[in-house]
């Protein structure tokens, strides 16, 4: 039996989900659930939210775009995991893809580039609240699982790596691909990148190099290997927990991790390329780590070169920066960081460029303007890192981690 629910008493139940964006809601509950769905339209659901017991678990839901972000649908996240963290009626959160095919491969950048055209307030906004959703997927208090079974890109990276289980599986593909559309490594890259091993994040942001599988988990960028068939009983196992701790849930995913580990001995596909990746994307500038590629013996450094030959001199430039001032920065700054840099993107001419080539036109042949390391100089990379004043960032708390 499904009962529909009293405006005031939804109201009084999740009060933080109900703002300008988040009106149109509609909740049931049987005896085992409570469904909420965000409406984008009479016709589609984007994201998907259900109380069972004490887990909350979230899908997300435009399978046709491989569930990339969108304005409404961080604006129905973030409230949501707010709400749910304070309430203590959830215990246990799960974050999913829906579709089969992807987690989330990233953020409607189109409808940013677009709206930076127009000179539209959502190339503000939309940064404030992505940023912000991010830091709070850091910040919760309860068990937060992100269930990685397909592609995770960009924003998807966002709204998973900074909790403390990220799951990924066979179906796992991960990349930060921001150089070559002419962005840069956000959604907290410049917080976890630069504390991946070595210089495999720095590696990873300028090229875009994706890592499938258990790859994903040898990075470190994910915490545990379930197959993709096994992940319906592994949510039933988390389900069936009588206690929710970030103990008792990290000893059911353990289980079903080395369960599938065992059936298989692979490592790390690049690992005899870290001595290479260490050497030459530990440089102190970008015209230093392009010389040392370029001139490298080994043929695999000197195919990183050309890739980067591709990508846009000045996103590399700034991420080159973002990073190494990321590794020393908090949680909560780096964000604010980031924040700055995204106007400065806005404010300049290769992110428009590289989603026309990429995305819009499609003939993947950008005309980055500076076209060279060398033209883009310090003194126009400081501009991507100066304070928007009033109009910064500003966020608060702790970062909850294993």
């Known amino acids: 039996m499904r009962i529909v629910m009293p405006i005031s008493t939804l109201l009084r139940q999740v009060p933080l989900l109900f ?6 809601f509609f909740i049931g509950c049987s005896q085992k659930a409570v469904v909420y769905r965000g409406m984008a339209s009479q016709q589609s659901d984007l994201v998907m939210f259900e109380k069972q017991g004490k ?36 215990q246990l ?23 930076g055209k127009a000179g539209d307030p959502l190339t503000v906004n939309f940064f404030k609240e992505e940023y912000t959703l991010n830091y709070t997927t850091g910040t919760l208090r309860t068990p937060y699982v992100a269930l990685l079974d397909g592609i995770t890109m960009g924003g998807g990276v966002g709204i998973s790596v900074h909790g403390p289980f990220r799951v990924t599986t066979e179906k796992t593909l991960f990349a930060m ?40 988990c040898h990075a470190g960028i994910g915490t545990h290997f379930v197959s993709s068939d096994k992940i319906p009983q592994l949510t039933e196992s988390l389900h069936s927990l009588s206690t929710y701790s970030i103990d008792t849930v990290k000893d059911v995913i353990d289980k079903y991790h080395r369960e599938c580990e065992g059936s298989s001995s692979a490592g790390f596909t690049i690992e005899d390329r870290m001595p290479i990746i260490n050497e030459c994307f530990s440089k102190n500038t970008m015209e230093e780590i392009m010389q040392s590629l370029e001139t490298h013996s080994s043929e695999w450094a000197r195919e990183q070169a050309k890739i980067l030959a591709k990508m846009s001199p000045t996103s590399m430039k700034v991420i080159h920066r973002e990073l190494l001032e990321g590794a020393r920065l908090s949680f909560a700054d780096c964000f604010q960081m980031e924040y700055r840099i995204s106007q400065g993107f806005i404010a300049g001419k290769d992110f428009y460029e590289g989603v026309r080539a990429v995305l819009v036109d499609r003939d993947n042949n950008p005309k980055w303007d500076p076209p060279t ?25 702790l970062l909850y981690k294993l």
């Open 19 to 24: 703002h300008s964006t988040a009106r149109r």
């Open 373 to 397: 390391l060398p033209q883009v100089t310090d003194e126009e990379v400081d501009k991507y890192f100066v304070s928007q004043g009033d109009n910064d960032l500003k966020l608060s708390g």
């Open 177 to 216: 691909p921001e150089t070559a559309i002419g962005f840069f490594a956000d959604v907290g890259g410049s917080y976890f990148l630069p504390r991946l091993s070595g210089s495999l994040g720095m590696f990873l942001a300028l090229t875009g190099c994706r890592l499938k599988g258990r790859d994903v």
């Open 93 to 115: 959160i799960i974050i999913k893809g829906g579709g089969g095919k992807a987690f989330c491969a990233g953020g409607d950048i189109r409808a940013i580039t677009e709206a």
């Open 55 to 90: 887990v909350g678990t979230i899908c997300l839901n435009k399978p046709k775009s491989l569930n990339a972000l969108n304005m409404e649908m961080i604006q129905l996240l973030c409230p949501t995991l707010k709400s749910w963290d304070d309430s203590g009626d959830v």
